[in-house]
């Protein structure tokens, strides 16, 4: 029987370098996020993901690559996960952002690790500052479009607009980053309670 050209086991070439990126990715995350655990290095990941180095720089220049990566998937994820959210919510503004919200905090109940290294390692290591940056950027241009779409005329304009939707997104973060470190005496329904609360009180005049 012939074997489709490109084809291994079922899967094209395209398929299993998606797979070793999503693999490799796995690893970074679960490597990053340890607590108290050996710094995150490319042999670790590699070692974590069953690959060898020949298939990360495949995907990835070196490790700030890698790093800067996952930092963009979990701001992806973050976008989509409450987008959808809030697609699907049929109510008022007020509780179409409290379900948005309970979507981000519920991502970091469901897997702490993404928060531990998009709120509390990235901003600790100054190669990753602009990509941080980026993301929260991306996360506070999101909030205050949505803002502008639940809210309309109501919304705050412009400039306004994004200035509070860049103080919501960044207190919102540090909210879960306290609770991930311990550092923040409250759980996530008080944190979902209180960000709703600082949400429709800045989004809109």
Same mark, same amino acid.
């Given at each position: ?7 291994? *086991?079922?899967?094209? /070439? %395209?398929?299993? &370098? &998606? +797979?070793? *990126? /999503? ?6 995350? +679960? ?21 060898? #180095? ?5 995907? =990835? ?15 992806? #994820? ?8 809030? %697609? *699907? ?5 007020? #509780? ?14 469901? +897997? ?29 241009? =999101?909030? /205050?479009? %949505? &803002? ?7 919304? %705050? ?10 103080? =919501?997104?960044?207190?919102?973060? #540090? ?22 609360? /600082?949400?429709? *009180?800045?989004?809109?005049?």
């Amino acid at each position: 029987m012939a074997v489709k050209q490109g084809v291994y *086991r079922g899967q094209t /070439a %395209e398929q299993r &370098a &998606a +797979d070793r *990126r /999503a693999r490799l990715l796995e690893a970074t995350l +679960d490597v990053w996020s340890r607590v108290d655990g050996p710094s995150v290095t490319m042999t670790r990941i590699c070692q974590e993901a069953g690959l060898t #180095e020949r298939y990360f720089y495949e995907q =990835f220049s070196g490790l700030d690559d890698a790093l800067a990566s996952l930092l963009r998937e979990i701001q992806d #994820e973050i976008i989509a996960v409450t987008l959808a959210t809030i %697609e *699907r919510t049929e109510c008022g503004p007020a #509780e179409r952002a409290r379900a948005a919200v309970e979507a981000f905090v519920a991502l970091f109940v469901e +897997d702490p690790r993404k928060g531990r290294v998009s709120m509390i390692l990235a901003p600790g290591r100054p190669e990753l500052r602009g990509h941080r940056q980026t993301m929260m950027r991306a996360l506070s241009d =999101f909030a /205050a479009a %949505e &803002a502008a779409e639940l809210y309309g005329e109501d919304a %705050e304009p412009g400039p306004e607009g994004r200035l509070a939707a860049t103080i =919501f997104i960044g207190g919102l973060s #540090e909210l879960v980053a306290g609770w991930l470190d311990g550092s923040v005496d409250a759980g996530p329904d008080e944190i979902v309670e209180a960000a709703t609360r /600082a949400f429709t *009180r800045l989004a809109h005049r």
